[in-house]
């Protein structure tokens, strides 16, 4: 995907774990709370099945944006998945940071099921945050467009 | 023998540049390439490059065609090629060498690969002289000229404070041409080529190879080897591709890219069967390739003592030496 | 080339008023793969489910994308649906156009579309990579196993007895009974301990469908649910059970004594011993650590006095794997070893005892025949002060949880310290008075002003020896001035703690415990008796402090779920689990040590390399166990593992989709 | 170190002398006064065959894995950082410690070959950077070990990360810049994997393009991809040999995404220094209830 | 051995004994004690009430100038240790006080520098060999109750020595040939100013701890705190006088009796500058020794 400075609009990806993040999303939409149109979310069955591998091949692939979310430590539907995502994402996170990237581009957060609100606020604050740093460039494969 | 100061040199790669694209060796990063010229780029003098300028030839990866899937059929699109003139500064007798052995393999026995094709055709080559070795060449072993550079088109040397030309080919007397202003005419002898410090002999070795498929000799030799690509990807010579196609959603790029005798998914089948599972049988395909199949096939080795093999090998596997234990097995 | 179908639902107008239905409709057309699209009102309703089966057919679909509301609403629906028009199941994937999309950005109707098309896009490209998936059933074994044969464990196997499955009861001691038979009186009602729970325990080893195998360890457990082989240890008892009758001639006659473990080292037992009197089985076992004849060759007056010749010393530990289909874990509590405070005296004072020790002084047939009689001297004790939170809510010297069951048996000691000796006083040390329960809170207000204990707000600072008497040194903080009081008797309400073999036990099991050795339920408000590890269920007082009733309702509790586990002939298993690819794992192990279900384990397998056979390891998942989170996936690094239905292919080609 | 090349011969010839193992790893002479090379030698009179001097840089312990479904043992020699490698290859349950012999080693530091080539014979040659700050110049786990004084340098408290501290200091854009300009230049040829003893997967998923992870193309974002998933693998399991950087014919520098990783998990995790504890749990194998929460 | 030395203030005044006695066994165990230069007071409880930053400043710097001479610091009164151990904990665990501490003090002090009791040097860090080796008067007689005080073992987690019932004493008294007895006092306050400023509270608490050690058995008191020693010597004859009492109980620096053991002259260990007299107890330990000597 190539970058049209124009009609540009923020990609932000979100690797969401099915029993608090994705359920913390269906309720933000029960409860009609409006966030911009920027995020698409992935479901996976825990925050500990997204490899740091899926969060490069979407930079290189062209998101602008990767948010890494499920349940908060302790609450884990598989009892301790999320602690290793806090693990391997406190190591991404600053390697990423380290080759260049910018922190806003790569977060991790923890929603649950019943924090709708919250949901709304951090995908409002990463779109703000990743329309203030523009497209994304770093990493990016841009060579096989047609 | 026509001259120039070597100050000059960027004046004359300038000069060039308005006619050509031009590369040069560039030292970069502890590390060195042919890389496109731009005003004020400093040239490498000081040997040979770490990375031969097969890559201009042969890129490492080179998109073919794309393609695109439209309600079931497909597509073919062809991708933009790069046109114009281009000019090698400072190709060395063994680079000029393995141009040879890539001509053969690229250009004869009735296949012509067009994308190769083109790039040889439009490029001029300045092959410059070698006057001192590097610890680890050894050209002159296998029958070349250190300083004249065969199937160039203009021979330059090392002359200390100046540059000497001389061209070989009607293109490279245009060259010259069109370097008249920059250029006087003055004699010059060569300076005597330093001594080698490996000499293998290889007299001999292509023949005797023939009986050697089963010889203990590949165990043992295999045992260092990491079998990591480094060896082939700096060989100026070693030529083999893959092909592979990135697909994205209904468009896609067919591409080719180098590949290596030495990783294990080289001549891995589709079914899971691999003819040469372990690193004896590719290190031996690897030296059998180069000794003896090549020259079987086009009567020229396909080594030409560049010695970026075993300057790069992290366990420093050494051809030299492979080719004295062949001459020297029973 | 797969063949695709799109189903884009208005959901009335839910959907249909933000989104442009037809136009992703239409766009998805373009997407690969895609061979059929169409949009419609409610593609949930009859009508639309058959709508769908009916393009499967004429269309030959044999993937389908239907993007409408979330998954976690309908994707049970749309399962079925694609189900009954002969796809596989998992042939089916949602894209959450409603709740992710139009409902979220109402105001934004072409970005809504936009995303919407990007959504379905994405859906697409995972769903021609979706396998198709099979539930496997798996036999179950129709017998329980629960290990401890307190009082959670007697009611899980009765219960479970009485719906009518075989159960074994493993406890370790030569008696079922528990904590609980050491108990003299139970609160609030403070009817007798014994008479409550003795009829239990002869219930229990009369039933036809339980079988105590007491005296014995659970050795090693393999397998997972329905089939789990439990290897079990029974120790030698040197008695031949099928031939004593229980006489109990040979413990009146050994010469050996030694402290009783029940009584608390407060009396003597013999080396041929039943725990105590009511014990089931009542026939004895010869502790041969103790033993004369085990010791020194001589004796053997217990096989010479036995008049059934029940006596065998050359009985030997006995091993039997028996495969059971469910599990019960109710291995209750042990008390803290209050020896580890200074405060205290590091139990160096005799007359500073547990409330344990009180239950037995307390109890008519206890060493002091129910006589409270002080261990120092056998003097009756004047003034008794009780020390609540010992090793409770402590977390610099003991536990940091409350025991909760140690203001009410101390307000119990206090009212029965007040019965049998008239002119006593009653100091009690508190942090909190906590009495949720039925009737707790009155007995406690009882104990207060009907039996005039004092209750002091504040903790024990010292207790030291002067003279005959105890120096109880604390502050009262209501009052907000120090105390001291001559105490007789200091009893100490101990925490509450797991059991000491608890955590090699959960080892075994494959279950998890806490950082204070408790067992962790699956889910502490929705799943308070399962544990991760499916068909493995706790009961009692292992899974945390709790009083009797408490023990008991989660007894019945698990039993609950032991039936409907048995009840089935056999069960069916979610086939998203993770499967290994063995030609690349490298048996590194890193996925074992991840799996929180023990799913993983890593088996040798031999294969042919180089015309030679070899051995090695790989790792192999237990389908029964794995529960599908897929962490084990990413600490694969060669990936050789993947997750079923969440592949990394599948991951990435939405990622893919997204990017295009 | 001469008296040692002897030590070592009469070592090796022992053991297969009496046949401890039926082949011994060590080290021989390559073509160049400033070049060893691993040598492989199963005859007792070959031994002769073997040295010790400062150049003996290479990592012996990953050829291990060429033998492990081999009959018999294998006897290897080992210096302070090829012993983590090989601990780490333990760790890795990818070695039977039953079927291989240690032979330890203390390392005086080894001598920068390409410096040695620049400064020529005769000049004092400095040590590898990996060598000036190395911790552990002995073996760490063998069999025995040759040599009498272990400890024979002055060993530094700390790992040093300032370069990687240096690169941490820059801008976003200074940084990727600097990061594009050393994977640019990468070929795959994949020297720093194979020579890298953390790296011992069957198959690799480079290796793998049916995976789906990575493609044969050769682009500085494949290149990346390539470099910080390798990173990302060895996390916790890298012992700083350094090797890959010794390996790469690019001369670009690996270390450098390496040390961040140990850095940044001595300093979330607490300290751990892969290889030097068989028995260890690896960083990323685990996790801590209380580990920094930063993801709130 | 060797280490920085702290005296601190009393150790100049009313202390004068515990500094003497301690560089007599000092150097009679080899163990050089470098006295810090230009030391301040550490503040004791009056810097603590004043201000935190205060509290810990002052013992930082005396810290701060150890560590630059890469020494650890041994203390002998146990209001000196745990105000210097208070400030290496708190720079130990934060950063941020780290930094503002060597901010007012104007040095570095990063905790490396570890602030050592006295009493956990000779009980623990000096082997028990090469103190057996130099006794020459075993304390034959003395029947000792060891008095550690509020402070020395205190707070839970940071001190050498169970907070409850401490021993390292005892051990040491033991080993120096005499006895010693369980008692229950042992980490009592000695009422620390309230003997001056509030008598019925502060004599009531060192009546107690007297009558306490009485009871138990002993015959004199051991302490490793200069405070605890001056209201328990002191003091005594008033406690006598308020209650009607008679204790006639000597008090001694523990390094007194490792002199004492150690055959150092009395007068030089300070063991003639008692209130309640030392010396009885004193001769009776020479004499029993003599008296095994003639036999």
Redesign the interface.
């Known amino acids: 995907m190539s970058v049209n400075e124009v009609t540009w609009q923020p990609k932000i990806l979100v690797f969401a774990c099915n029993w608090c993040t994705y359920a913390g999303a269906d309720l933000t939409g029960l409860s009609r709370l409006q966030y911009p149109a920027t995020v698409r979310i992935l479901r996976v069955p825990c925050s500990g099945r997204i490899n740091p591998q899926f969060v490069l091949k979407a930079f290189q692939k062209g998101v602008d944006a990767v948010l890494v979310a499920g349940c908060h430590p302790g609450d884990c539907h598989y009892t301790t998945g999320n602690y290793f995502t806090r693990r391997r994402f406190l190591i991404m996170r600053r390697l990423m940071e380290y080759v260049g990237l910018e922190p806003e581009r790569l977060q991790a957060r923890w929603i649950s099921a019943a924090e709708a609100p919250k949901f709304q606020q951090v995908i409002t604050e990463i779109s703000e945050q990743i329309r203030a740093l523009g497209p994304n460039r770093k990493l990016r494969d841009e060579e096989w467009k047609i | 023998m026509l001259v120039a100061q070597k100050a000059k040199l960027r004046e004359i790669l300038n000069a060039l540049s308005e006619e050509y694209q031009v590369a040069v060796p560039v030292q ?4 060195s ?1 042919f890389e496109l010229y731009r005003d004020g780029i400093e040239v490498m003098f000081n040997g040979n490059t ?2 031969s300028p097969k890559g201009m030839f042969f890129p ?2 080179e998109k073919m065609y ?1 393609f ?2 439209v ?2 059929t497909t597509e073919f ?1 062809s ?1 933009p090629v790069e046109q114009g003139k281009r000019l090698l500064f400072g190709v060395r007798s063994c680079d000029m060498k393995s141009l040879d052995c890539l001509d053969q393999v690229f250009l004869t026995k009735g296949y012509i690969d067009e994308f190769y094709k083109q790039k040889r055709e439009r490029t001029v080559i300045v092959a410059l002289g070698c006057n001192e070795p590097g ?2 060449c050894f050209c002159a072993s296998l029958g070349l000229d250190p300083q004249k550079a065969a199937g160039a088109d203009v021979h330059a040397y090392d002359l200390g404070e100046v540059i000497g030309f001389e061209a070989v080919t009607e293109a490279g007397q245009k060259v010259l041409d069109l370097l008249k202003n920059h250029l006087r005419e003055q004699q010059f002898a060569l300076p005597p080529v330093g001594e080698f410090y ?1 000499k293998p002999e290889v007299a001999g070795v292509p023949e005797k190879l023939k009986g050697m498929f089963e010889s203990p000799l590949w165990e ?1 030799i295999a ?2 080897c ?5 060896c ?3 060989c100026p010579t070693c030529h083999c591709f ?1 092909i ?1 196609q ?1 697909v ?6 067919k ?1 080719r ?4 005798c030495m ?3 080289y001549t891995q089948m589709a079914g ?1 069967h691999n003819p040469r ?3 004896k049988e590719r290190v031996r395909n690897r030296f059998m390739h180069k000794l003896n199949y090549f020259p079987e096939r086009y009567n020229m080795l396909l080594c030409t003592g560049c010695g970026r093999c ?1 300057d ?1 090998c ?3 596997m ?1 051809i ?2 492979i080719i004295q234990q062949i001459k020297e097995a029973k | 080339m797969k063949r695709v179908g799109v189903f884009v639902c208005h959901c009335g107008t839910n959907i249909g008023a933000v989104v442009d239905c037809p136009q992703v409709a239409e766009k998805a057309m373009d997407f690969p793969g895609v061979v059929y699209s169409v949009d419609y009102k409610y593609m949930c309703s009859e009508p639309g489910q058959e709508m769908i089966k009916k393009a499967v057919q004429e269309h030959r679909l044999d993937r389908v994308v239907v993007a409408s509301c979330s998954p976690r609403m309908h994707e049970r629906t749309f399962q079925r649906c694609v189900e009954g028009a002969g796809l596989n199941s998992y042939f089916v994937e949602m894209a959450n156009i409603r709740e992710h999309c139009s409902w979220v950005h109402a105001g934004e109707p072409e970005k809504a579309t936009e995303k919407a098309m990007d959504l379905v896009k994405m859906a697409v490209a995972k769903v021609v990579k979706n396998k198709p998936l099979q539930k496997a059933t798996i036999p179950v074994t129709d017998r329980a196993l629960v290990i401890g044969g307190g009082i959670a464990g007697i009611q899980a196997a009765l219960d479970i007895a009485n719906a009518g499955h075989v159960v074994d009861i493993v406890e370790k001691e030569p008696s079922i009974g528990g904590k609980m038979a050491q108990i003299d009186k139970t609160f609030p009602t403070l009817d007798c301990s014994a008479c409550i729970l003795t009829p239990k325990m002869v219930e229990a080893a009369s039933h036809p469908n339980i079988n105590l195998l007491t005296y014995s360890e659970v050795e090693k457990v393999e397998g997972f649910v329905g089939n789990f082989d439990v290897t079990i240890k029974k120790k030698a008892r040197s008695v031949n059970m099928d031939v004593c009758t229980g006489c109990g001639l040979c413990m009146e006659k050994c010469p050996k004594k030694v402290d009783s473990e029940f009584e608390l080292k407060m009396s003597k037992r013999r080396a041929i011993y039943t725990p105590f009197p009511q014990a089931i089985p009542n026939k004895p076992v010869i502790d041969r650590e103790n033993c004369t004849y085990f010791n020194t060759g001589k004796c053997g007056i217990c096989s010479k006095v036995c008049p059934a010749g029940a006596v065998d010393y050359t009985q030997e530990d006995e091993y039997l794997t028996r495969r059971y289909g469910a599990i019960v874990v109710a291995i209750g509590f042990e008390l803290f070893d209050y020896s580890v405070i200074g405060e205290y005296g590091y139990g160096k004072y005799p007359d500073v005892i547990t409330g344990l020790h009180f239950e037995r002084l307390v109890n008519a047939s206890g060493p002091t025949l129910g006589k409270i009689k002080r261990p120092s001297d056998h003097k009756e004790p004047k003034n008794v002060v009780f020390i609540k939170c010992v090793g409770s809510r402590d977390p610099a010297k003991g536990k940091s949880y409350c025991s909760k069951a140690c203001c009410m048996y101390t307000a119990k000691h206090a009212t029965l310290v007040r019965e049998k000796i008239k002119d006593s006083n009653i100091y009690i040390f508190y942090m909190d008075v906590r009495t949720p329960g039925k009737g707790y809170d009155e007995f406690y207000n009882r104990t207060r002003e009907q039996y005039g204990a004092n209750y002091i707000r504040g903790r024990v600072s010292k207790i030291y020896q002067q003279g005959e008497r105890l120096i109880v040194r604390g502050e009262d903080t209501l009052l907000g001035r120090p105390v001291e009081i001559e105490a007789d008797l200091v009893v100490l309400a101990t925490a509450m703690v797991a059991q000491p073999g608890a955590g090699q036990l959960a080892q075994k099991l494959g279950i998890g415990y806490d950082k204070d050795h408790f067992y962790t339920e699956a889910h502490p408000k929705l799943a308070p008796v399962e544990t991760h590890t499916q068909g493995v269920y706790l009961a009692g007082a292992c899974q945390g402090p709790k009083d009797i009733p408490e023990s008991v309702a989660q007894a019945s509790a698990a039993a609950a779920k032991v039936c409907g586990l048995l009840s089935k002939r056999e069960m069916l298993t979610e086939p998203i689990v993770s499967e290994v690819n063995e030609s690349i794992c490298a048996g590194c192990g890193m996925c074992v040590a991840i799996c929180p279900y023990k799913a993983i384990e890593l088996k040798t397998i031999s294969e042919r390399i180089q015309g030679q056979t070899v051995e090695r390891q790989v790792a192999s998942v237990n389908g029964g166990l794995c529960q599908g989170c897929g962490a084990c996936t990413v600490a694969c690094r060669s990936a050789a593992l993947n997750l079923k239905h969440f592949t990394d292919q599948q991951i990435l080609a939405e990622v893919n989709a997204l990017c295009l | 170190m001469e008296d040692l090349t002897l030590v070592l011969r009469r070592t090796a010839k022992e053991i297969l002398e009496k046949g401890e193992a039926q082949m011994v790893i060590g080290w021989e002479k390559g073509a160049f006064w400033y070049s060893s090379t691993s040598a492989f030698i199963s005859k007792p009179e070959d031994t002769e065959r073997l040295i010790w001097d400062e150049y003996c840089v290479n990592n012996l312990a990953k050829y291990l894995l060429d033998y492990r479904h081999k009959e018999g043992k294998v006897a290897v020699f080992v210096k302070g950082c090829d012993s983590r490698a090989l601990n780490v290859l333990l760790q890795d349950k990818q070695l039977k410690r039953e079927k291989i012999l240690i032979i330890g080693l203390a390392c005086p530091g080894m001598k920068d070959e390409v410096e040695a080539r620049k400064l020529g014979r005769g000049s004092s040659i400095p040590l590898y950077k990996k060598c000036r700050e190395c911790r552990y110049p002995n073996a760490l786990n063998y069999d025995f070990f040759i040599g009498e004084d272990k400890v024979i340098k002055e060993i530094p408290a700390q790992d040093d990360f300032s370069e990687v501290q240096a690169l941490e200091s820059l801008s976003p854009d200074e940084k990727y810049n600097k990061f594009v300009a050393n994977y640019e230049r990468c070929l795959r040829c994949y020297a720093c994997r194979n020579i890298c003893p953390a790296c011992n997967c069957r198959e690799c998923i480079f290796d793998r393009t049916a995976s789906g992870w990575s493609s044969k193309a050769n682009n500085v974002s494949e290149n990346m991809f390539f470099a910080l998933t390798r990173a990302l693998h060895v996390a916790g399991r890298c012992v700083g040999c350094g090797e890959c950087e010794r390996a790469c014919p690019v001369n670009i520098p690996i270390m450098l995404l390496n040390k961040k990783i140990i850095q940044d998990i001595n300093a979330l995790f607490g300290e751990y220094e892969a290889g030097t504890d068989v028995t260890a749990k690896l960083p990323l194998g685990g996790f801590e209830f209380t580990d920094p929460e930063e993801f709130m | 051995m060797k280490y920085a030395y702290f005296p601190g203030c009393s150790l100049a005044t009313t202390g004068r004994e515990y500094d003497m006695s301690t560089k007599e066994i000092a150097e009679v165990l080899g163990i050089e004690l470098w006295e810090i230069p230009d030391w301040n007071c550490c503040g004791a409880s009056s810097a603590h009430l004043t201000d935190y930053r205060l509290a810990l400043a002052l013992p930082a710097r005396n810290m701060a100038i150890a560590e630059e001479a890469g020494l650890d610091v041994a203390i002998p009164c146990a209001a000196c240790y745990a105000r210097s151990k208070a400030v290496e904990a708190a720079v130990t665990s934060s950063e941020e006080t780290r930094e503002e501490i060597e901010e007012i003090i104007e040095r570095k002090y990063s905790g490396k520098s570890k602030a050592k009791a006295l009493l956990d040097i000779m009980a623990n860090d000096v082997p028990e060999s090469l103190i057996t080796k130099q006794v020459v008067n075993p304390l034959k007689g003395i029947r000792a109750a060891c008095y550690y005080g509020c402070l020395l073992v205190r707070p839970l987690n940071t001190g050498f020595d169970d907070p409850e019932d401490p021993r390292s004493m005892d051990k040491l008294i033991k080993v120096l040939g005499g006895e010693t007895v369980d008692w229950a006092y042992k980490t009592e306050c000695c009422g620390a100013s309230h003997p001056t400023t509030k008598r019925g509270v502060g004599f009531q608490m060192l009546d107690r701890i007297l009558a306490n050690a009485k009871e138990a058995g002993a015959n004199c008191l051991v302490t490793a705190c200069p405070l605890c020693l001056n209201n328990l010597d002191m003091r005594q004859g008033q406690v006598e006088k308020a209650y009607q009492k008679k204790y006639g109980l000597p008090v001694y620096y523990f390094t007194e009796l490792m002199g004492l053991a150690f055959g150092i002259e009395p007068a030089k260990l300070g063991l003639n500058k008692h209130f309640v007299d030392a010396m009885p107890l004193v001769q009776e330990v020479l004499k029993l020794k003599s008296g095994r000597e003639s036999a």
Request: net charge neutral.
């Open positions: 970069r990063e502890g590390t390439a770490s990375i490492q990866t794309g695109k899937t309600k079931n699109v991708l610890e680890t490996l043992e045992r260092k990491l079998n990591c690509g480094a082939t990807y700096v893959d592979s990135d994205r959603g209904e468009k896609g790029i591409y890219c180098w590949d290596s990783f294990g998914e899971g599972p372990t690193k075993l790069v992290p366990v420093k050494d030299t030496s």
